[in-house]
């Protein structure tokens, strides 16, 4: 399909943002290939057990990260041009010198890892001068990749550590020399070679590289038309075809800007000739994609940082992030499905001729069957697990081959799918043969959810089985078709082939601009690491809030907002959590506000992800700006009016978590949490919009907020009513643990004196999981408790542990235990809230049957 009249260069816009601008022939570019396809074939083998199965190849981590960062380097130099008049034709011998450099200071790790492990903290000359060097040249690839922003952020840092003992006394520190500062950051994993870099080559780039191999396979392509013949013939269809199809890519995405290129090329101009107009149809696109990134299980690379910085396993986070990134991705359906009404618009495709009971009927075969399957499925692995013990795999292997092998045959029964959809001319496809042209798309996906949800593999293992199933999917898919079809077959096992190495080369280059991010975020938690701004910003944020929890979270969401206006999503993630988490954390505790750990780094990652649609820097608005012709500053006031609904959702689970999951019980009570805020986020949405059915009136919508407010928060009105929770003697901790359910929270008070000097008093409050004898529990979760009488104290709490990252302190005293009191259930709000909510519905369809009066 041609581009729209009047865009850009789009690829170039991608490249620019995800990939490198340069396209480099002869040499230059058969190298930077080979590099790249070399980048991902290590990562396939880091993340897999052959290295340990074999003993070759055998990295420990710091090496891994060493040379991760070494090749991010060299190609960011080579992709990646200097300034916008550089050439994007050819790589400049300067950047040849520098590509080398880089990467010879960033693999210095790995190269004399032996040596450097007898010097700790003691560079040599050629340290310092290596160290140097790499810094400068981290620095220089970060303002190629990444931007002058983030640079300018990290110079910042550095200049804060060299400087320290000359800034006023809220901000000043001992200072260091720059031999320290170098070692710090460049010679040990505190700083550029730290947490993030770790999860990067751990974690990142293998789930990258596997939504790199399905966009490549046609994944991206099939997601989209399912959609689009699942929703085109509704109202406002186009819109809604961008809302679920971005849903779906961002299961696999961490990109905003491509995700906009990729279906915002195709659902921008029908979402034009719709009705929506430019701003508004760029509007929509850009806060459907820039939303994947909320959208579990790669949320943008962020799900594996909180791994590392919550200490809480992989699953669980996905865990706490789907209703949250779900009841999102409905709102925003709502919010286009009213935009559609409000236009008076009519479907644009011509529906199916189906009644409403045969429409019915199709849904409830397709869900009950796709139910049946998945059912059936699992109860077919665990019977072959059960049967065969360790041959299992093998035997589970060959029935996925087998389904694999039925799964192309149907589709290969299909029609292929149109590489694109008909702007001018929409035609909608028959929603099961679209369906069954590509449910082997569905293979891979099923076995990462299965590696990572039922066999609870880590997350790069699952990865990694996942991308070899993909791997042998694209390989195999066109000459199974092909034979089939009864069709010639030459050519296609090498177009396949072709295909993955492709796949192979989009990975490493989408890779290229957050590897050198991941570094140079290390730079920046090196400087709070080295110079103890982490425990300066407790009193600042104290200070700036006046100890008021809202206005505390409101200086967190400013924070991240600026700062998402020039550092990546996964940068700006590492850096506001390692600054204001812990003091968000700290500073709610001692306000006797229990607010996890979780619920803050969410609440921080959904604040940085708005730097995409936000004004004036936001990319994925200047993107969908470039494909709709329209001017990117009100298309990006129009995208941020769509993304209230995200934006109120973190103010919500911080103060009500059962929205993450967390303190709820049984399928009866997540199905009404999931409802009442599913409810509550569409008459939010109603409220913005100020129409319902018809338009609002002034006093409909404060109804529509207050129902809102109460369905989000139930507990606030209760509270009013009961406390939640009663004090028992500390003495009664290890009988209230053994008491606790699986997964329920041990609220303690303690007190102590903290580090300053300053008597404290905080409300914390630790995960148990499986049941037991309350000290075992307690135990488990890292934290140890000694009673002398009436008197407890917490004797050790172990280094990483979930009491550590809770807010529990060794040597303080246990003053209370607060244990839930029997009030009645805070659900009963909901009641009169929904009720709010029927009659502002009733009070507008009396309005609606009112004749009008004719004009005179």
Same mark, same amino acid.
């Given at each position: 399909m041609t581009q729209p009249a009047g865009t850009p260069d789009l690829q170039q816009l991608v490249a620019e943002a995800d990939t490198g601008g340069r396209k480099v022939t002869?040499?230059?570019?058969?190298?930077?290939?080979?590099?790249?396809?070399?980048?991902?074939?290590?990562?396939?083998?880091?993340?897999?057990?052959?290295?340990?199965?074999?003993?070759?190849?055998?990295?420990?981590?710091?090496?891994?990260?060493s040379l991760h960062l070494a090749i991010g380097i060299f190609l960011a130099f080579l992709a990646y041009p200097a300034f916008k008049s550089s050439s994007r034709t050819d790589v400049p011998a300067v950047d040849w010198i520098l590509a080398i450099a880089g990467a010879f200071a960033a693999g210095y790790f790995i190269l004399f890892y032996a040596q450097l492990a007898t010097r700790p903290g003691q560079p040599t000359a050629m340290d310092v001068i290596t160290a140097s060097i790499g810094l400068v040249l981290l620095l220089e690839a970060t303002r190629r990749t990444v931007g002058l922003p983030m640079t300018i952020l990290a110079i910042l840092f550095l200049a804060y550590i060299m400087l320290g003992r000359y800034l006023p006394d809220v901000l000043a520190h001992k200072g260091a020399s720059w031999e320290r500062m170098l070692s710090h950051q460049w010679l040990t994993t505190e700083g550029v070679f730290g947490v993030a870099l770790g999860v990067s080559v751990s974690y990142i780039f293998i789930y990258v590289l596997f939504g790199a191999l399905l966009d490549r396979g046609g994944a991206g392509n099939y997601m989209m038309q399912v959609s689009f013949a699942l929703l085109g013939h509704l109202r406002g269809g186009p819109a809604k075809v961008a809302v679920v199809s971005s849903a779906l890519n961002g299961l696999i995405s961490g990109s905003s800007v491509s995700n906009v290129v990729s279906g915002g090329i195709f659902t921008i101009p029908l979402m034009k000739k719709?009705?929506?107009?430019?701003?508004?149809?760029?509007?929509?696109?850009?806060?459907?994609?820039?939303?994947?990134?909320?959208?579990?299980?790669?949320?943008?690379?962020?799900?594996?940082?909180?791994?590392?910085?919550?200490?809480?396993? /992989?699953?669980?986070?996905?865990?706490?992030?789907?209703?949250?990134?779900?009841?999102? /991705?409905?709102?925003?359906?709502?919010?286009?499905?009213?935009?559609?009404?409000?236009?008076?618009?009519?479907?644009?495709?011509?529906?199916?001729?189906?009644?409403?009971?045969?429409?019915?009927?199709?849904?409830?075969?397709?869900?009950?069957?796709?139910?049946?399957?998945c059912v059936l499925i699992y109860w077919v692995a665990e019977a072959v697990k059960g049967v065969f013990g360790d041959a299992a795999p093998w035997i589970l292997g060959i029935l996925l081959a087998a389904l694999y092998v039925y799964t192309v045959y149907v589709a290969a029964k299909c029609p292929d799918l149109p590489p694109d959809i008909n702007v001018e001319n929409p035609v909608l496809p028959g929603t099961w043969p679209t369906v069954k042209a590509g449910l082997h798309f569905l293979i891979p996906i099923g076995v990462l959810i299965w590696a990572l949800m039922i066999e609870e593999l880590s997350p790069s293992l699952s990865a990694f089985w996942a991308t070899v199933v993909l791997i042998g999917l694209m390989i195999t898919q066109r000459i199974l078709t092909a034979f089939f079809r009864r069709q010639p077959q030459a050519g296609e096992l090498r177009r396949g082939i072709g295909e993955v190495i492709d796949g192979l080369n989009d990975g490493a280059r989408n890779m290229i601009g957050i590897a050198i991010a991941t570094g140079t975020a290390g730079i920046i938690v090196g400087g709070i690491t080295l110079t103890g701004l982490g425990l300066r910003m407790t009193d600042f944020v104290e200070f700036v809030s006046q100890g008021n929890v809202i206005a505390m979270l409101l200086f967190t969401a400013f924070v991240c907002l600026v700062l998402g206006l020039g550092v990546p999503t996964t940068a700006n993630y590492?850096?506001?959590?390692?600054?204001?988490?812990?003091?968000?954390?700290?500073?709610?505790?001692?306000?006797?506000?229990?607010?996890?750990?979780?619920?803050?780094?969410?609440?921080?990652?959904?604040?940085?992800?708005?730097?995409?649609?936000?004004?004036?820097?936001?990319?994925?608005?200047?993107?969908?700006?470039?494909?709709?012709?329209?001017?990117?500053?009100?298309?990006?006031?129009?995208?941020?009016?769509?993304?209230?609904?995200?934006?109120?959702?973190?103010f919500v689970f911080v103060f009500n978590p059962a929205l993450l999951m967390i303190d709820v019980h049984g399928w009866w009570e997540i199905t009404?949490?999931?409802?009442?805020?599913?409810?509550?986020?569409?008459?939010?949405?109603?409220?913005?919009?100020?129409?319902?059915?018809?338009?609002?009136?002034?006093?409909?919508?404060?109804?529509?907020?207050?129902?809102t407010f109460a369905l989000f928060r139930p507990d606030f009105f209760m509270n009013y009513l009961a406390d939640p929770y009663k004090d028992v003697p500390a003495k009664e901790v290890f009988n209230v643990a053994k008491s606790l359910g699986e997964d329920d929270r041990l609220v303690l008070v303690i007190e102590g004196t903290n580090i300053e000097g300053d008597d404290v008093k905080k409300t914390?409050?630790?995960?148990?999981?499986?049941?037991?004898?309350?000290?075992?529990?307690?135990?488990?979760?890292?934290?140890?408790?000694?009673?002398?009488?009436?008197?407890?104290?917490?004797?050790?709490?172990?280094?990483?542990?979930?009491?550590?990252?809770s807010g529990f302190e060794q040597g303080w005293k246990v003053s209370a235990v607060?244990?839930?009191?029997?009030?009645?259930?805070?659900?009963?709000? /909901?009641?009169?809230?929904?009720?709010?909510?029927?009659?502002? /519905?009733?009070?507008?369809?009396?309005?609606?049957?009112q004749p009008r009066l004719a004009p005179t």
């Open positions: 002869g040499f230059a570019g058969q190298l930077i290939f080979g590099v790249a396809i070399a980048w991902s074939l290590f990562q396939l083998w880091y993340a897999s057990p052959l290295p340990f199965a074999l003993g070759i190849g055998v990295l420990n981590d710091t090496e891994a990260r719709a009705g929506y107009g430019g701003i508004k149809a760029g509007a929509i696109e850009t806060a459907s994609s820039v939303n994947g990134q909320i959208m579990p299980p790669v949320m943008g690379a962020a799900a594996f940082l909180m791994v590392e910085y919550v200490g809480i396993p /992989y699953t669980e986070i996905v865990k706490h992030a789907f209703l949250p990134a779900v009841i999102s /991705y409905i709102a925003l359906f709502y919010i286009v499905h009213l935009e559609a009404v409000k236009l008076g618009m009519r479907p644009m495709a011509r529906a199916r001729e189906r009644t409403l009971g045969q429409t019915a009927i199709s849904w409830g075969l397709g869900v009950s069957g796709t139910i049946v399957v590492i850096l506001v959590a390692t600054l204001m988490a812990p003091v968000i954390v700290e500073l709610g505790a001692q306000s006797g506000l229990i607010i996890p750990l979780i619920a803050v780094h969410l609440f921080v990652f959904y604040f940085g992800i708005m730097g995409d649609i936000t004004p004036p820097v936001g990319l994925a608005t200047f993107a969908a700006a470039a494909i709709s012709g329209e001017d990117p500053i009100k298309t990006g006031i129009q995208g941020s009016v769509y993304a209230l609904r995200t934006v109120v959702l973190p009404l949490v999931a409802f009442a805020a599913t409810v509550a986020s569409c008459a939010f949405a109603a409220a913005t919009m100020a129409w319902f059915q018809i338009r609002c009136t002034w006093w409909e919508v404060v109804l529509l907020l207050v129902a914390v409050a630790v995960q148990l999981t499986k049941p037991g004898e309350g000290r075992d529990r307690l135990a488990e979760a890292g934290l140890t408790l000694s009673v002398f009488g009436d008197q407890v104290q917490i004797s050790n709490i172990k280094f990483g542990s979930r009491a550590k990252k607060k244990v839930p009191t029997e009030r009645a259930s805070e659900y009963w709000v /909901y009641i009169p809230a929904l009720a709010l909510i029927a009659l502002v /519905y009733f009070s507008q369809r009396r309005r609606m049957r």
